[in-house]
């Protein structure tokens, strides 16, 4: 029996769909890392910088948006992909429903620019070219309801596509086009290269939905009807769950950066963000494992195995955990002449490349936990463990941030990795494993 559920877990998640999404998630990271690179070349440590920051705000208003219909969608459309029409009415209704929702945050944000980079952040300059970068918000938000039903329909690495690889690659050829062309590539075609790369995502995936997968997920279609009165989606209590778990997990990334931001400079918070961009490839690596495992975890729930949880759990970890070590070692060796390739020189800067590392490395070595609380109803668990541990990276960076500037965002940061996975670990084997 053990043996069969190695096996299974080796299929299921550490099989051909993992490889594939760790392939398109490193390709994703090294596109990424180039497009850092070739960008602060080309504008400055502080444009960039004011980008980063657009974009983390782009990325809360998109989570606020979604309202954790991506998660719910994958879990959802994992029950019945066999059935296409009950999965083309779905996704029909979220399609819909998300662009709708797009619009109003977009104009919320034309008139919220003003005030965020005129007074709040002291950055006048970027307002106009903020309001540029919000257009890309509605394809950027639709665009991950797409990767949830294709996640649900365990086309995974597809769904990963969604997220950053491809993104990554449209906006590296628009930029080297624009160079070819003789256009003078600064803040302003930047942010626009940036929008056409998210509208030709979009495009290109809802013509794999539509001809690939052949499913009508048009939002013109009559007869549609509110999604959140939909079996599985109508529950506020999970949507709210989930939201808050998507919030705070993308705030474990961006918080630092906000608060170097306001309390610091812009070139603090772009440099912040290249230690970030280079501690990817392992984030990402654990990101394949978890979105690869989250279909077989809820359908393998639902089957009452969960012996092949607890499996999963403990041989995603060793693997994850592995492959973290060995970044934490290739950052420990080569960690300074990695960043100059970004003639970033500061020892403190690679001592917080090193404090980071650190905190992806327990990030990986637990693995799957919170995908394991999500996908089995302890998703309010999951929520409530996120927001304490947020709430406590806000103490600490606001007194190490303040106090310590980048090496200070780093500690925090690893602290938070360690408290929160912890957390998350006990939970899993108190609430799922030995209820």
Known sequence: MKGQITQAVKKGSLGSDALMVILVKVLGAVMTIALSIYITRVIGKGAYGLISLGNQILNYSLLFILAGYNQITTREISKIREDRSKVEFYASMLHRYIFSRSILMMLFLFVAAYPLFNILFDSPSFVFPFIILTVGLIPQTVSRIFSGVLLGMKKVWQANLTEQTLTSALLLTFLLVFN??????????????FVLARYVMYFIFSFYLSKGLDLDISFYKRGL???????????????????LIALTSYSYNTINSLILGFT????DVGVFNILMKIATPIAFILIAFQRSSMPRIAKKYADGDIKYLEQAFQKIGLFAGVLGLLFFLLVLILGRDILLIWNIEEYEVYLSLLILALGFLINAATSVAGPILAMTGQESIHSIINIISVLLQVILSLILTIKYGIIGAAITFTIIMLLSNLAKVFFMYKRVLQP
């Not at 079996?231 to 939201?243: I, M, Y």
């Not at 610091?264 to 070139?267: D, H, L, Y």
């Open 264 to 267: 610091s400079n812009p070139v």
């Open 225 to 243: 009807e509110n999604i959140t009165k939909q079996p599985g989606f109508d529950s506020k209590a999970s949507r709210r769950s989930f939201l």
């Open 180 to 193: 070819q062309f003789g256009f003078n590539l600064n803040l302003y075609s930047v942010v626009t290269c």
